[in-house]
């Protein structure tokens, strides 16, 4: 089995995460705003909320020691009743705004992060689909699917319920200790005198939450990948009988999962309560010493109070990002996964001057190309030839002499080290990748269908074709007949990987879709190996039919079929040994190398 790309040991830090989200968050400017604005609304009401609470206790209770001055003197001229009824409404106010601003910051910052996560999401994907064939061939698709559905949903979920609610709970501890220090800074360092031994404890605890996450994040792309595979394989698993094998390989990584994750609540649930009993110690040691304080007179029970309920408050955030530490650590191993992908460079892009191709007359001309997929081992080496407008050229070789490469050289899959590929006279690379790539029609050995309907099939990439423009494709692909002998006709349903359909009557699908882009050049890639001879015939008259006119490249063992091209290019060693008509090179074969070709058609 091929190994996922793993993620670094070294997490990406917040900074390094909004530098990738930077295009997204600058979108919803105008929401963070906002957000912030409600925010520090409720900040400052949350400030205030305690307040009534001091007015009661050394206003209307008496308990402001004689000869000191109360803050609230003028309140002192009001009656008894008077008082507490302002103060009773007061709270209300304060707590019911407080709310209603808690309300508009919660779901503004929800909005924005699940939009722009949402956006990440669909740039990641779509970054994905530029990666070079080799990181996918290194990589597992149950993997990926995992970084890109779960993982980014992970960050979603975490930023909502749990990220964005501590960023605000920790402006209101950075605002109530400001006003703790300001009421009696003595009391106030005492309050955090413990502080610094959670720190210490939580620095300890969230490293190893977060490898623990890490791990198990890991584990579970692995298992999405076993299960992915086993899906995809079925057939081959049963029949090897194999499925016991690939069920105990899964309840190997489900098991390791499990105990990953047990580990992780343990080490949370350990912190949680170790800030439980620091708090607690804090606010034993402030209430000791504020009690003697309010009985010498030198702070009012109203101030203790007020102080003592800062102190509940503000260390709530605390007491939060202890709960919330193992999701937090979750959501940063999801965050390297995803910021993995995200740095992963394009291996073929566009240059800044690059155009949208024009209409084509189909000269494809390989000058002199070399390529290697590793550095030391050369697969092309001085490739040369000439394709005319309107010609098919068969390319024959054995296997592993680099004749699908070369169309893959073509289709700017992969870049070539040297030499160049001109169309129409013109290197390319001079046209942006995707318009290249649309003007190309594409016949592969095993071509992919999607779960969906025989219309939707044929008309990938091109959703605005016309259901007349579809059946047109078809009948060119020698398909028509058997797609309107279903019950549904195009609207058929098939299985994902056309799995309820043949072979033959995929290929032939595969071969409407090329006809229907109407492309000037046609790459086959061996589009009839592995068909039987009803088949095969039912194929080969549809591509016929399709590269009439056409341009075309044609990968091919079979020498039959090379026999029907215009020229032929012989490919050996890397280099192209022989080149020209079909009854020149086929009729000289022996000096051109080609007794494997001879070995594989019979």
């Given at each position: 089995?091929k190994s996922s790309p793993t993620t670094e040991d070294r997490?990406?830090?917040?900074?390094?995460?909004?530098?990738?989200?930077?295009?997204?968050?600058?979108?919803?400017?105008?929401?963070?705003?906002?957000?912030?604005?409600?925010?520090?609304?409720?900040?400052?009401?949350?400030?205030?909320?305690?307040?009534?609470?001091?007015?009661?206790?050394?206003?209307?209770?008496?308990?402001?020691?004689?000869?000191?001055?109360?803050?609230?003197?003028?309140?002192?001229?009001?009656?008894?009743?008077?008082?507490?009824?302002?103060?009773?409404?007061?709270?209300?106010?304060?707590?019911?705004?407080?709310?209603?601003?808690?309300?508009?910051?919660?779901?503004?910052?929800?909005?924005?992060?699940?939009?722009?996560?949402?956006?990440?999401?669909?740039?990641?994907?779509?970054?994905?689909?530029?990666?070079?064939?080799?990181?996918?061939?290194?990589?597992?698709?149950?993997?990926?699917?995992?970084?890109?559905?779960?993982?980014?949903?992970?960050?979603?979920?975490?930023?909502?319920?749990?990220?964005?609610?501590?960023?605000?709970?920790?402006?209101?501890?950075?605002?109530?200790?400001?006003?703790?220090?300001?009421?009696?800074?003595?009391?106030?360092?005492?309050?955090?005198?413990?502080?610094?031994?959670?720190w210490l404890r939580t620095v300890r605890l969230s490293r190893?939450?977060?490898?623990?996450?890490?791990?198990?994040?890991?584990?579970?792309?692995?298992?999405?990948?076993?299960?992915?595979?086993?899906?995809?394989?079925?057939?081959?698993?049963?029949?090897?009988?194999?499925?016991?094998?690939?069920?105990?390989?899964?309840c190997q990584q489900n098991d390791q999962s499990l105990k990953?994750?047990?580990?992780?609540?343990?080490?949370?649930?350990?912190?949680?309560?170790?800030?439980?009993?620091?708090?607690?110690?804090?606010?034993?040691?402030?209430?000791?010493?504020?009690?003697?304080?309010?009985?010498?007179?030198?702070?009012?029970?109203?101030?203790?109070?007020?102080?003592?309920?800062?102190?509940?408050?503000?260390?709530?955030?605390?007491?939060?990002?202890?709960?919330?530490?193992?999701?937090?650590?979750?959501?940063?191993?999801?965050?390297?996964?995803?910021?993995?992908?995200?740095?992963?460079?394009?291996?073929?892009?566009?240059?800044?001057?690059?155009?949208?191709?024009?209409?084509?007359?189909?000269?494809?001309?390989?000058?002199?190309?070399?390529?290697?997929?590793?550095?030391?081992?050369?697969?092309?080496?001085?490739?040369?030839?000439?394709?005319?407008?309107?010609?098919?050229?068969?390319?024959?070789?054995?296997?592993?002499?680099?004749?699908?490469?070369?169309?893959?050289?073509?289709?700017?899959?992969?870049?070539?080290?040297?030499?160049?590929?001109?169309?129409?006279?013109?290197?390319?690379?001079?046209?942006?990748?995707?318009?290249?790539?649309?003007?190309?029609?594409?016949?592969?050995?095993?071509?992919?269908?999607?779960?969906?309907?025989?219309?939707?099939?044929?008309?990938?990439?091109?959703?605005?074709?016309?259901?007349?423009?579809?059946?047109?494709?078809?009948?060119?692909?020698?398909?028509?007949?058997?797609?309107?002998?279903?019950?549904?006709?195009?609207?058929?349903?098939?299985?994902?990987?056309?799995?309820?359909?043949?072979?033959?009557?995929?290929?032939?699908?595969?071969?409407?879709?090329?006809?229907?882009?109407?492309?000037?050049?046609?790459?086959?890639?061996?589009?009839?190996?592995?068909?039987?001879?009803?088949?095969?015939?039912?194929?080969?008259?549809?591509?016929?039919?399709?590269?009439?006119?056409?341009?075309?490249?044609?990968?091919?063992?079979?020498?039959?079929?090379?026999?029907?091209?215009?020229?032929?290019?012989?490919?050996?060693?890397?280099?192209?040994?022989?080149?020209?008509?079909?009854?020149?090179?086929?009729?000289?074969?022996?000096?051109?190398?080609?007794?494997?070709?001879?070995?594989?058609?019979?």
């Open positions: 089995m997490s990406p830090g917040l900074l390094e995460l909004l530098r990738h989200f930077g295009p997204e968050i600058r979108q919803h400017r105008g929401k963070i705003v906002l957000a912030l604005l409600a925010l520090c609304a409720e900040v400052g009401l949350r400030l205030l909320e305690p307040w009534p609470l001091k007015v009661v206790f050394d206003v209307v209770l008496g308990q402001t020691p004689a000869g000191r001055t109360t803050e609230f003197g003028w309140l002192a001229e009001l009656s008894p009743t008077a008082v507490l009824t302002l103060a009773a409404v007061a709270l209300v106010v304060f707590t019911g705004l407080r709310a209603l601003a808690a309300y508009w910051s919660t779901v503004g910052f929800a909005i924005v992060g699940t939009r722009v996560l949402t956006a990440v999401r669909g740039r990641l994907f779509r970054h994905l689909q530029l990666l070079p064939l080799s990181f996918h061939h290194r990589a597992r698709s149950g993997d990926l699917t995992v970084r890109v559905i779960s993982d980014v949903g992970m960050l979603q979920d975490v930023t909502v319920t749990a990220l964005l609610p501590l960023v605000a709970r920790m402006l209101i501890l950075a605002g109530m200790v400001g006003v703790m220090f300001w009421m009696h800074w003595q009391l106030a360092v005492l309050a955090l005198a413990l502080f610094p031994l959670f190893d939450i977060r490898e623990v996450a890490q791990q198990q994040r890991r584990r579970e792309g692995a298992m999405a990948a076993t299960a992915a595979e086993s899906f995809s394989g079925v057939k081959v698993v049963q029949a090897l009988a194999a499925g016991d094998a690939m069920a105990d390989s899964f990953q994750g047990v580990k992780g609540k343990r080490l949370a649930a350990s912190l949680e309560r170790s800030v439980d009993l620091l708090l607690a110690g804090s606010t034993a040691l402030v209430l000791w010493q504020g009690a003697r304080l309010v009985m010498t007179g030198a702070l009012t029970a109203g101030d203790l109070l007020v102080f003592l309920a800062y102190l509940k408050t503000a260390f709530r955030p605390v007491q939060d990002f202890a709960k919330f530490t193992g999701r937090l650590g979750k959501a940063s191993a999801a965050g390297a996964r995803v910021w993995e992908l995200l740095e992963a460079a394009p291996a073929v892009t566009d240059r800044q001057d690059a155009m949208e191709v024009p209409p084509l007359r189909g000269e494809l001309r390989f000058e002199h190309v070399s390529f290697a997929y590793q550095p030391a081992q050369p697969l092309l080496r001085d490739v040369h030839f000439v394709a005319r407008p309107g010609q098919t050229v068969a390319v024959l070789g054995a296997s592993g002499q680099g004749k699908s490469t070369l169309l893959g050289l073509l289709l700017r899959l992969h870049e070539r080290d040297g030499g160049r590929i001109l169309v129409d006279g013109r290197d390319v690379r001079d046209y942006r990748v995707e318009s290249w790539r649309r003007s190309c029609g594409v016949v592969l050995q095993e071509n992919l269908l999607f779960a969906g309907t025989i219309h939707e099939n044929i008309a990938l990439g091109l959703p605005a074709a016309t259901r007349a423009e579809v059946e047109a494709a078809a009948q060119v692909a020698n398909a028509h007949e058997f797609i309107t002998g279903f019950k549904d006709g195009y609207d058929t349903v098939v299985g994902e990987r056309g799995a309820t359909l043949s072979q033959g009557q995929r290929q032939r699908i595969a071969i409407a879709r090329a006809a229907l882009r109407d492309a000037a050049v046609l790459l086959y890639d061996e589009p009839t190996t592995g068909l039987d001879e009803a088949a095969e015939r039912a194929v080969l008259a549809g591509l016929r039919n399709l590269s009439r006119g056409r341009t075309t490249l044609w990968v091919t063992h079979n020498l039959k079929h090379a026999a029907l091209a215009d020229a032929v290019v012989v490919l050996e060693d890397g280099h192209v040994v022989r080149h020209g008509p079909p009854d020149e090179v086929l009729g000289e074969r022996d000096a051109a190398g080609m007794e494997d070709c001879h070995a594989l058609a019979r």
